[in-house]
């Protein structure tokens, strides 16, 4: 009896997919205490799709890095 109930309540813990746009961590250190520095946009060239460039700068260790995604900035963006 208390087995189907706790089959039914396996199910619905089950959580969705992980977010994967909040898991970024420095990659030097591993904090996830880190600033947002730049966005450039990268473009579209032969065989090659608009990407933005974003740029991190750690607040532990000061560590910078770049991040490239696909994409476009979007209209009414300050430059940089
Ligand atoms: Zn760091």
Redesign the pocket.
Known sequence: MSGAIELRRKLLERRPAMDMQTSRT?P????DN?AFRSRKQIEASEGQEAMLETKYR?K????EWKEKVPGVLKKGTPRE
């Open positions: 420095c030097k250190c591993g904090s880190y750690c532990k260790c000061e560590k």
